[in-house]
Nanobody, 129 residues
Framework: QLQVVESGGGSVQPGESLRLSCTTS????????VAWFRQVPGKDREAVACRSSNGGARNVADSVKGRFSIIAGDNTNNAVYLRMTDLKPEDTGVYFC?????????????????????WGPGTQVTVAS
């Protein structure tokens, strides 16, 4: 089964930016459906962004639209990134990368956690003054 791992989390001030990375040592990650989710204690896991295999479709949650984007690395970087700008305190949480899905479907990506079989351990993002 595909294994993915996140990196790039940290503590920042409101208005700053971070880029989270999702990587794997098995296969080329950009050819899989990849999504980012986040979770805070006591709340359900929330979808942030998704990208279909080969980038045919992308989607971001309304709560982060215009500030977050999901992009794949170039031919030398086997990664899918979550670029986060203008961070707000409500963006604080543990961010998870998930991969899987039917790679033949390129024009749609799912924002449901049940669509993904491979999950990373998560990376903490804290936004505070």
């Amino acid at each position: 089964q595909l294994q993915v791992v996140e990196s790039g989390g940290g503590s920042v001030q409101p208005g700053e930016s971070l880029r989270l990375s999702c990587t794997t040592s098995q296969g080329w990650l950009a050819t899989y459906h990849v999504a980012w989710f986040r979770q805070v204690p006591g709340k359900d896991r929330e979808a942030v962004a998704c990208r279909s295999s080969n980038g045919g479709a992308r989607n971001v949650a309304d709560s982060v639209k215009g500030r977050f984007s999901i992009i794949a690395g170039d031919n030398t970087n086997n990664a899918v990134y979550l670029r986060m700008t203008d961070l707000k305190p409500e963006d604080t949480g543990v961010y998870f990368c998930a991969a899987g899905g039917d790679r033949t479907i390129t024009k749609y990506c799912s924002m449901s956690p049940t669509a993904y079989r491979s999950w990373g351990p998560g990376t903490q993002v804290t936004v505070a003054s």
